[in-house]
């Protein structure tokens, strides 16, 4: 019933995508969502080798035999990244489908697409989406206003975002920001998006490899408990809603340099958060759809409940007619 040009494309049986999310989309997750009928995506940067990415994929493909991808960001960073290697590893590990998100990666289609690799870029603008069509990307996944982690400075939502671009493109639109329940997911395809992308509805989850203790906090949050951080830096992140969140804000609203607000914006503070389970310790991306997060399921469940809440959506809207 849901099949589109994503699910044709990418060989996977339901158009739901699993976000690249820092120390999260790792093996346990990725192939979780792939052996469920989604499409899992794998952080490259949560590996902080290219060799360690390379054996991350390769313990994937012993977990799955189904599609996965990698997610390659390119963002400001204290620590120069060298993209070419990663880059190599995922074409050399046999990986077809790639996405791409933060600045322009125009310097490296090339090389993935003749190597037969589907690129599929994250933009939160219509602008930088017809970029992204442009230099040969194959799909563009729309990001609202309402996403965890990187919204951009434009402040859209996905209401307005996903018909827009659709509107604007000829290649495939996938939703992304706001979307964890049958609801959206059929509000997304009604639309015009050709599949969503879900992160954190996916983080709390049985399989997501991250500390009860921060899966309980999240699951009590309601859609105001996230924070934008950043922002000075125009580099706007939305995180949930905790005290280092805060300290960062108001460090920020007193005019604090970059150099000193990079003790607190290292990802190894929440990478250990998320080891340890103390919720206060780092930042944590967060999207508003935490509102309507109400249990831990399994991967399958998830996926399952939503295209079969989806179907008798439509059926029950098919019946106002």
Same mark, same amino acid.
């Given at each position: 019933?849901?099949?589109?040009?994503?699910? $044709?494309?990418?060989? #996977?049986?339901?158009?739901?995508?699993?976000?690249?999310?820092?120390?999260?989309? !790792?093996?346990?997750?990725?192939?979780?969502?792939?052996?469920?009928?989604?499409?899992?995506?794998?952080?490259?940067?949560?590996?902080?080798?290219?060799?360690?990415?390379?054996?991350?994929?390769?313990? +994937?493909?012993?977990? *799955?035999?189904?599609?996965?991808?990698?997610? @390659?960001?390119?963002?400001?960073?204290?620590?120069? #990244?060298?993209?070419?290697?990663?880059?190599?590893?995922?074409?050399?590990?046999?990986?077809?489908?790639?996405? &791409?998100?933060?600045?322009?990666?125009?310097?490296?289609?090339?090389?993935?697409?003749?190597?037969?690799?589907?690129?599929?870029?994250?933009?939160?603008?219509?602008?930088?989406? @017809?970029?992204?069509?442009?230099?040969?990307?194959?799909?563009?996944?729309?990001?609202?206003?309402?996403?965890?982690?990187?919204?951009?400075?434009?402040?859209? +939502?996905?209401?307005?975002?996903?018909?827009?671009?659709?509107?604007?493109?000829?290649?495939?639109?996938?939703?992304?920001?706001?979307?964890?329940?049958?609801?959206?997911?059929?509000?997304? =395809?009604?639309?015009?998006?050709?599949?969503?992308?879900?992160? +954190?509805?996916?983080?709390? *989850?049985?399989?997501?490899?991250?500390?009860?203790?921060?899966?309980?906090?999240?699951?009590?949050?309601?859609? *105001?408990?996230?924070? =934008?951080?950043?922002?000075? @830096?125009?580099?706007?992140?939305?995180?949930? /809603? $905790?005290?280092?969140?805060? /300290?960062?804000?108001? =460090?920020?609203?007193?005019?604090? &340099?970059?150099?000193?607000?990079?003790?607190?914006?290292?990802?190894?503070?929440? %990478?250990?958060?998320?080891?340890?389970?103390?919720?206060?310790?780092?930042?944590?991306?967060?999207?508003?759809?935490?509102?309507?997060?109400?249990?831990?399921?399994?991967? %399958?469940?998830?996926?399952?409940?939503?295209?079969?809440?989806? /179907?008798?959506?439509?059926?029950?809207?098919? !019946?106002? &007619?």
């Amino acid at each position: 019933m849901f099949k589109t040009q994503f699910t $044709n494309d990418f060989g #996977v049986e339901f158009p739901i995508m699993q976000g690249g999310m820092m120390w999260i989309s !790792k093996k346990e997750l990725v192939s979780a969502v792939s052996n469920a009928g989604g499409l899992g995506i794998l952080s490259a940067l949560t590996f902080e080798t290219p060799d360690k990415l390379a054996n991350e994929i390769e313990q +994937t493909k012993k977990l *799955t035999n189904k599609p996965f991808g990698v997610n @390659l960001t390119f963002l400001p960073t204290l620590k120069p #990244v060298n993209y070419d290697a990663y880059i190599e590893v995922i074409i050399q590990s046999g990986v077809k489908i790639v996405e &791409t998100a933060g600045r322009n990666p125009s310097d490296y289609i090339e090389k993935l697409k003749s190597n037969n690799v589907k690129i599929i870029h994250k933009c939160t603008s219509i602008r930088h989406a @017809l970029k992204a069509q442009s230099i040969g990307c194959d799909y563009v996944s729309i990001d609202g206003f309402e996403c965890a982690g990187h919204p951009g400075e434009d402040d859209v +939502t996905s209401l307005i975002l996903i018909p827009r671009a659709n509107d604007e493109l000829n290649i495939p639109v996938i939703a992304s920001g706001g979307f964890g329940d049958a609801r959206g997911f059929v509000a997304a =395809l009604s639309l015009g998006a050709c599949a969503v992308n879900m992160g +954190t509805r996916f983080m709390i *989850t049985k399989e997501a490899p991250l500390h009860e203790n921060i899966k309980q906090a999240l699951l009590k949050a309601k859609e *105001t408990d996230t924070v =934008l951080v950043e922002r000075s @830096l125009k580099n706007t992140l939305r995180a949930f /809603k $905790n005290a280092h969140a805060l /300290k960062v804000l108001e =460090l920020e609203q007193q005019g604090s &340099t970059l150099e000193e607000l990079a003790p607190y914006l290292s990802g190894l503070n929440g %990478k250990k958060m998320l080891d340890e389970g103390s919720i206060d310790n780092g930042l944590l991306a967060c999207g508003q759809v935490i509102g309507l997060i109400n249990d831990i399921p399994t991967i %399958k469940e998830l996926i399952t409940n939503i295209i079969n809440q989806a /179907k008798s959506i439509i059926q029950n809207q098919a !019946k106002l &007619t």
